[in-house]
Structure formats: structure tokens, C-alpha cells
């Protein structure tokens, strides 16, 4: 314990981490995998030091995708975020994680949202035209967390088609985004003090995470295409209901997996879905694959790295299966083996050194050490 550089007191309240969730109506590819792997590791290696965690992942079913989706495969929107809901669920029991504390859906939320949305208003960070609209220039630092200029935010909000309008009867200023909107005459909608509708996409994932965490919390997680626009606001609109600074102390962004050479997409047609590579290699190997790359980097998903990973994972199958059979005495993990594990993984997370560290474990035949490693990196995730 005293080589972990991370500070921690068991005694102090639980750490509190919040992960963006699923948009559930594509879920279940490797991108997925790999942040929720990563703030999988994360979990259990604080719990593994003795620091309780308070882990919230929301699942945002009241989203444009998904209801675009819905339309599109003529399918209700309820019974398609219920689906891909279970197979996001399945996917990650199968990858071994430690399942987070609450999934709050956005659905099961909607008082709380239109109550702070309200709260916002009525303080002045918000106003009404055709939506509920949130006040951007009320925000000192819009755009400091995403490091952008306004010219570089204005144009990732066209490329993802969120930039809207600007005019007496909309939007203020285009980086202005709304809070309460109309719905469309598919969508649900629900009543509410501006008009019976639907809540904006940041202000559901402000509230969640202040309702299940508290106003301010330790960390914030999520894949990095998140950090602008959606994180940007909510770090914005939390700060101004709260009027407490920083909303989070600390951000975790994960890095895009590509596929031959592209972001992964439904869109582009390349997705490679979880279940396709758990036809190919046991539970544990996909996990193991995934964690070996740096959790804040782009990387590219090929197959013969997975069976790298599987060979790997058949080793150590191996390896303790003879231990377990051969029933040696029991002694402690090798300390200079966990210093370097645990060292690793405190310096910012670092997954690639702390599976090498592992794979200098199944080297020095240290069974205990291979054993508490692995229930780290791949938590319950089958060895075959
Ligand atoms: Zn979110």
C-alpha cells in the first residue's frame, strides 16, 4: 500500500464517478468495450487499495440517435433503447466488469430535469423562445475545458448537425443549446412548465449526475467525442446551478478504437461488435486486448492483436489451473511484481505497463501476483 502513489483514506467518504453511458440504439462495439473496460480497471484498483467508489453510469434513452434510428427501423423508441440497454448490460457481464451503482435512465428522470432547468431559469443562466435555451454567455469559460476557441466549437457543432438557429425566435448566440424542447410528433414528450416536450442531451446527464452524486464529484468519465459540446455544457450548466466550482475534479476522456484506419461507425459500416470477437477469442483475451492500450489515446482494433491477447490468456489459464491442481503452499504476491503493477496503474492510469507487469508475473511463475493482477485488469471476464 505505501508504494501507491494515488492518495486515497479508506476512512473518507466513497470516491464518486460518473460515466457517460450508452445512447442505446447501437450498442455493443469495441469503442463501447474500451471506455467501459478502462473505468472498469479503474474501479477495481481503487477498490482493490481499500478506496470505496460510488460508480453512476446513466443510459441516455431520450436522445436525437436514437429516436432517429427508432423512425428508421420503424421500431419503438422504448423497445429499441430497452434492447440495446440489455445488450450493452450483456455484453460488459460477459467482459467481467463490476457493474456500476445506479443506471439511471434519462426516462425515469424527467422531474428532476424539468425542475432544474427551471431552477435555471428563474436565476437568469437560461431563456425562452421556441425551446428553453441555455444562456451561454452567463457562463464564465465556456470552452476551457475542451481547450477550443469558439471558432473550433462553432464547427464541431455543424459537422455533428447540433448548431441549430440563431434568431428572434430561436437561439440567442449558436453556441446556445437547449435545455426543454418541443417535441417532435413521434417523440414522447411530457408536460412541463415551457411546454409539454423533452429534455436537452446535457442537462440530463447534469442532473443524473448531481442527483445520485451530490454537486460536486471526483470524476468524470467518457468517450473523448464527449468533452465538446456535452461535457463542456454540463461542467457549464452544473456550475451555475450549483454555484460551486469545479463540478468535477478530475476528467477521464477515452480515445476513439478505429477499424482499418477509420472511427469505428455504424454510419461507415465498420463496427466490430463484441459478440464477434467473443466468437473468436475467450471473454478474458477481448478484455485483455482492449486495456492494453492507453486509455486517453486513438487506437486501431486488428484481429491478430486480439490473438496476441487470447495466446496470453491461454498461458495464464494454464499456468494457474497446474498451481491450483498442483495445490503449493499459498504465499504472498511478489512485492516488487505489485509495486510495479500498482505504480503503473496510479500513474495515470497506465494499462499497457500494468499488463506487462502481469506478463513479468506469469514470467516469474508468481501465481498470487498473476491472480490479483488479473482480477484488476480483467475482472471476472472468463480465462476460456
Ligand atoms: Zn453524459
Known amino acids: 500500500m505505501t508504494e501507491r502513489k494515488v492518495r486515497f483514506d479508506p476512512a473518507r467518504k466513497p470516491l464518486t464517478l460518473y460515466v457517460c453511458g450508452v445512447t442505446p440504439y447501437d450498442s455493443g462495439h469495441m469503442g463501447h468495450a474500451f471506455t467501459f473496460s478502462v473505468f472498469d480497471v479503474l474501479v477495481r484498483f481503487l477498490e482493490a487499495g481499500g478506496q470505496r467508489v460510488k460508480y453512476v453510469q446513466n443510459v441516455t434513452d431520450i436522445d436525437d440517435p436514437l429516436f432517429e434510428r427508432a423512425r428508421r427501423d420503424e421500431i419503438g423508441w422504448r423497445e429499441l433503447a430497452e434492447r440495446e440497454t440489455q445488450v450493452h448490460i450483456r ?96 417523440e414522447p414528450a411530457w408536460p412541463s412548465k415551457f411546454g409539454e416536450g423533452r429534455p436537452g442531451w446535457h442537462i440530463e ?112 489459464r494454464k499456468f494457474l489451473a497446474d498451481d491450483t491442481r498442483a495445490g503449493t503452499r499459498k504465499t504472498p504476491p511478489g512485492p516488487a511484481l505489485m509495486a510495479e503493477f500498482n505504480a503503473a496503474l496510479a500513474d495515470d492510469l497506465d494499462t499497457p505497463r500494468a499488463v506487462r507487469a502481469l506478463r513479468a508475473a506469469l514470467r516469474q511463475r508468481d501465481a498470487a501476483a498473476l491472480r490479483a493482477m488479473k482480477e484488476i485488469l480483467v475482472g471476472s471476464a472468463a480465462l476460456s
Open 91 to 186: 455484453d460488459m457481464t460477459v467482459l467481467g466488469w463490476r457493474p456500476p451503482d445506479a443506471m439511471p435512465r434519462v426516462s425515469d428522470e424527467i422531474k428532476r430535469i424539468v425542475s432544474a432547468s427551471s431552477k435555471l431559469h428563474s436565476s437568469g443562466y437560461a431563456y425562452r423562445t421556441d425551446a428553453l435555451y441555455f444562456d451561454v454567455s452567463k457562463y464564465r469559460g465556456y470552452g476551457r475545458l475542451s481547450h477550443r476557441t469558439r471558432r473550433s466549437m462553432l464547427r464541431k457543432l455543424r459537422d455533428e448537425g447540433l448548431l441549430g438557429k440563431v434568431g428572434p425566435t430561436a437561439k440567442r448566440d449558436a453556441l446556445d443549446f437547449p435545455l426543454w424542447r418541443p417535441s417532435a410528433r413521434d
Open 205 to 316: 446527464c447534469s442532473v443524473m449526475a448531481m442527483h445520485y452524486l451530490g454537486e460536486q464529484i471526483d470524476i468524470h468519465g467518457g468517450g473523448r467525442d464527449l468533452q465538446f459540446s456535452h461535457h463542456e455544457s454540463e461542467r457549464a450548466q452544473s456550475e451555475s446551478l450549483s454555484g460551486k466550482k469545479p463540478f468535477a475534479r478530475a476528467w477521464m476522456h477515452t480515445g476513439m478504437v478505429r477499424y482499418q484506419g477509420r472511427k469505428m461507425s455504424k454510419s461507415l459500416g465498420n463496427l466490430v461488435k463484441v459478440s464477434q470477437a467473443l466468437q473468436r477469442a475467450p471473454a478474458a483475451a477481448v478484455r485483455l486486448y482492449l486495456v492494453s492500450h492507453r486509455y486517453g489515446r486513438d487506437w486501431d482494433f486488428d484481429w491478430q492483436g486480439l490473438a496476441r491477447s487470447a495466446r496470453l490468456v491461454e498461458r495464464m
